[in-house]
């Protein structure tokens, strides 16, 4: 059983077979096909009969591939994925088949077997896994499908690894494409939606140098069925694919049908309008490149800040693209973000509100700060370089003379003098002169406490909550837990880096003074 939510998408392989050595495959070989392809791609009449060689070069043109190199194929037993499977073993090419159990039905077993049998028959390399996708998906609070989906590619990347595969290649169809873009119109969808799946395509979180191959999006499930049965493959039926409770089933068996008596060929019309909108996808994909290049500010491990500024330039559109890719490289696995969170993002860009923080969607977090917009896993996002913070939550004590060490190469020196500097022009934020007759020694250094307060220097005397302080010099919430609070007795005598405190000003009549001073890494 898998149990992992953290890393799901790179499930081990659970069961490993093996059958026949690949170079005893079927003789055809690949040059032996006539590739012919015309208008007829968008027909939804379209015979079996040219079959491979359009899926051959739909492998060779559009999905670049090389006939020389493995392929990994993904192989459920249904008719799209067995043909596309026995379609590349008729054609020469390299593969390996996978295939796994989700647990899903009493019957899942007897399927991976059965697809194991088919393997056999053409002589492919068999590899398949299995895991318990139901108690994962309720791990992890995901659907079902969502497990299934994240776990299955997991496996297929896997084993494409393994055997060193040029691509891992799936039997989506040209039905299947219509039946994605009709369900992305229905639920709200911008370009990048419109424009359907791509037949070669890196897949975010997968594996960064082996893409995800789609060779049949130019064939009809019509065609996928009547080769089937000039075959005489037995595909595996799902009877769930009948069942209109499923939200797609109902675009298939009800809504399509319904389009078709106002437009017979409406499945062809739609399927070239994805082709087209591709190529203008492709014209916005590399704006949105060039604005990633401007944008970006900074990244690491489970972090990624913008220049603020440079955002809020954007048109309306790249900007939400922008906020769409970083939110896909930070969720590689989360599909389908709500036209409202991306709005959600936008208004934090343009218009933050007070907290200058908003929870965004699937356990992220956005927030502007300074100059910069930060997408984060909460709490990874570092603090600013020119921000002091303590090294721990410990009071610590601080001589005069005497230096304690901060977080990240900062440090803080107090030192005595017989009298004051005949004048402070030179002073600045880093730097105060305090009173010793007024002071209470050694001096206490800690962090933020609830409710404390605060004179600043310049209000006569009038205390302010420490909280009002933080937000006038919009000092981010992150960054006060730890902020060096220095402290004569129960009092603070120095908010570092910001404002001095009232009590132990030096006047005219001072004597002897105490300089403490914050000593920037170099």
């Not at 089933?249 to 062809?268: D, K, V």
């Not at 492709?282 to 955002?311: H, I, N, P, R």
Request: charged residues 25%.
């Amino acid at each position: 059983m898998l149990k992992s939510c953290k890393n799901i998408t790179n499930q081990p392989v659970k069961k490993l077979v093996w059958l026949p050595d690949p170079g005893k495959g079927p003789k055809s070989g690949w040059d032996s096909w006539q590739c012919a392809y015309n208008d007829s791609m968008f027909s939804s009449q379209t015979s079996s009969k040219d079959l491979p060689a359009r899926v051959q070069r739909a492998l060779l043109e559009d999905c670049r591939l090389d006939p020389g190199k493995p392929l990994l194929a993904g192989v459920s037993g249904g008719p799209d994925s067995l043909t596309l499977l026995t379609l590349l073993a008729q054609l020469g090419w390299q593969v390996h088949a996978a295939h796994f159990d989700h647990h899903l039905r009493p019957e899942s077993a007897m399927e991976a077997g059965r697809v194991a049998e088919a393997a056999q028959r053409l002589n492919v390399p068999f590899l398949s896994g299995e895991g318990d996708v139901a108690v994962l998906a309720c791990e992890c609070k995901l659907s079902l499908e969502e497990a299934a989906r994240k776990v299955r590619y997991g496996f297929l990347f896997d084993c494409a690894r393994r055997i060193s595969a040029q691509a891992v290649v799936v039997g989506h169809t040209a039905s299947d494409q219509v039946e994605t873009v009709l369900m992305h119109i229905l639920r709200g969808a911008g370009l990048s939606g419109l424009k359907g799946m791509a037949p070669l395509s890196q897949q975010e979180g997968w594996d960064p140098q082996i893409p995800l191959a789609r060779p049949l999006l130019r064939v009809w499930r019509e065609e996928i069925e009547q080769f089937c049965r000039d075959n005489s493959l037995e595909p595996l039926q799902d009877a769930s694919n009948s069942d209109t409770a499923f939200f797609r089933n109902r675009l298939r068996h009800e809504l399509i049908p319904t389009l078709e008596g106002y437009n017979p060929q409406f499945r062809a019309a739609l399927l070239r309008s994805t082709a087209l909108l591709t190529g203008d996808w492709e014209v916005v994909e590399g704006a949105l490149d060039e604005a990633w290049v401007d944008c970006w500010q900074a990244s690491g491990a489970g972090y990624a800040a913008f220049k603020l500024a440079t955002l809020r330039g954007l048109a309306p559109g790249l900007l939400r693209g922008l906020l769409r890719r970083a939110c896909a490289k930070m969720r590689p696995g989360l599909r389908d973000i709500d036209f409202e969170d991306v709005e959600r993002a936008a208004g934090c860009v343009l218009s933050p509100s007070r907290s200058a923080e908003t929870d965004w969607v699937s356990g992220l977090r956005l927030f502007v700060e300074e100059d910069r917009l930060y997408l984060e896993e909460p709490g990874t996002a570092p603090i600013p370089a020119h921000w002091p913070q303590l090294a721990g939550l410990k009071d610590v004590l601080l001589e005069a003379p005497g230096r304690i060490e901060l977080a990240n190469g900062f440090s803080l020196e107090a030192e005595r003098f017989a009298e004051a500097p005949d004048n402070f022009s030179d002073v600045g934020q880093d730097e105060i002169w305090l009173d010793e007759a007024r002071l209470s020694l050694p001096f206490v250094v800690h962090a933020a406490r609830p409710g404390e307060r605060f004179e600043p220097l310049g209000m006569g005397g009038k205390s302010q909550k420490l909280s009002d302080l933080w937000i006038n010099a919009r000092i981010p919430r992150r960054a006060r837990e730890l902020w060096p609070l220095v402290c004569s007795g129960e009092r603070i005598a120095w908010i570092v880096g910001l404002r001095s405190s009232h009590p132990f000003r030096v006047g005219p009549d001072s004597q002897a003074v105490v300089r403490l001073r914050l000593v920037r890494p170099v």
